[in-house]
């Protein structure tokens, strides 16, 4: 990281930003350029591990590229406030933190897969869902896929 005094090593304070990004943008090796995708997401930590949670429709150009290259990356952001600290345009400025990283992404089936679905209904809402609330309908229109997180980083500018 080129600006080593915003990144954030805790991995406390890490995983907070993280929770605090609304969504997450995912990164795949497309046909000629890279593909990437704005998605809702969910993440949890397990055994010092961080893995992330999304959802699609069980068939498209996302699910094509992770079946044939299962390398992903993402990053999700968060902009805290824009201000100008000099003189206007090139005073303005944000504040900001941001996690990305890199990992591998699998398909999920069966309670792995309503479990994704928790996750990432925690991260929006506290109501606790119950794997029988989701509408069989519904998971069958659904594809899940987890995301081992493999490397990440974070990166925080705040000025008071």
């Known amino acids: 990281m080129r600006k080593a005094e915003r990144e954030v090593i805790d991995p406390a304070q890490k995983w907070d930003i993280l ?6 943008v995912l990164a795949m090796q497309g046909e000629g350029a890279p593909y990437q995708v704005p998605l809702n997401f969910g993440a949890e930590m397990q055994n010092g591990k961080l893995y992330l949670y999304f959802h699609c429709a069980n068939e498209g150009t996302k699910l094509s590229l992770l079946r044939s290259n299962a390398a992903v990356s993402f990053c ?24 990305c990283g890199q990992g591998r992404a699998e398909v999920l089936e069966g309670e792995a897969r309503l479990h994704g679905l928790q996750v990432l209904m925690a991260h929006y809402t506290k109501e606790p869902f119950a794997a029988g609330a989701f509408q069989a309908h519904a998971l069958a229109l659904t594809t899940v896929v987890k995301i081992e997180v493999e490397s990440w980083a974070a990166k925080r500018l705040v000025r008071e």
């Open 19 to 24: 929770l605090r990004c609304p969504y997450m």
């Open 76 to 99: 999700a952001a968060n902009m805290l406030r824009v201000f100008n600290k000099g003189t206007a345009p090139c005073g303005y400025t944000t504040d900001y933190e941001s996690v």
